[in-house]
């Protein structure tokens, strides 16, 4: 209260620890002290409009740190997408997930080939679009949703596949399939690397299409979604 921060006739407040304590504080020296009543009351603003109430959400919008909206976030974060999914597909698109590369640039002492292939080192595009192992996958994904003109020479490229049809339901199709790719392919190269089991392209796939099967019909109510079972399972 208002009235807790006054003894007698003059401001009794807390030592400053920050400078905006200290800013505030000379505010306050500016100010006639509000006796002999002090009738306290709050408010509250969120920026520059007043609420009535305490509003989380309004507070937080207004204290949280911002960036500009990202061109790829509708790829990642939409309606319909699986949290897990979506996670997986923002770590990869960022390129921070543990490749090998990643870590060898670290300074670990550890392989830095493809666990599918050792061919290759393993960085984020060989992984995902490069190696024979993710392109066997990908074809059958193709087969779903239509392949692009080539394969995908890096990440903006799978980008710009998955966002070039003009139909939604086409979008929306390969957005899905694109996170249960990168969710399936990096879930298999840990298997791999961590519990040293192996599964052919053909059985990943399978996983992939199954999980593709459940979402889309979990989804049935929502209009968009009702006839993706359909284009997947052409
Ligand atoms: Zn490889």
Redesign the pocket.
């Known amino acids: 209260m208002v009235a807790d921060a006054i003894s007698g006739s003059a401001w009794s407040l807390p030592h400053p620890r920050s400078h905006q304590e200290v800013d505030l504080h000379s505010y306050l020296t500016t100010i006639t002290l509000p006796l002999p009543d002090v009738d306290d009351v709050f408010e509250w603003k969120a920026a520059n409009y007043p609420l009535k109430v305490f509003n989380s959400q309004a507070t937080w919008e207004v204290l949280r740190p911002r960036q500009a909206a990202q061109p790829w976030h509708d790829i990642v974060w939409f309606k319909g997408a699986v949290p897990k999914h979506a996670i997986s597909m923002w770590i990869a698109n960022y390129d921070r997930l543990a490749t090998r590369a990643r870590l060898v640039s670290w300074g670990l002492s550890i392989p830095v080939?493809?666990?599918?292939?050792?061919?290759?080192p393993?960085t984020r595009d060989?992984?995902f679009l490069?190696?024979?192992?993710?392109n066997n996958v990908w074809a059958h994904v193709f087969t779903r949703c239509n392949p692009p003109l080539q394969m995908f020479a890096n990440w903006a490229e799978l980008l710009s596949w998955i966002r070039a049809p003009q139909s939604r339901r086409l979008f929306l199709l390969r957005k899905l399939a694109s996170q249960v790719v990168v969710f399936h392919i990096w879930e298999q190269r840990n298997n791999l690397i961590h519990n040293n089991t192996s599964m052919p392209p053909t059985n990943v796939f399978r996983a992939i299409d199954r999980e593709m099967e459940n979402i889309i019909s979990s989804k049935r109510s929502n209009k968009l979604f009702s006839s993706l079972m359909v284009m997947w399972l052409r």
Do not use: G, R
Not at 113 to 120: E, L, T, Y
Not at 130 to 134: E, H, K, R
């Open positions: 080939s493809c666990p599918f292939c050792a061919n290759f393993e060989h992984l490069s190696c024979q192992y993710t």
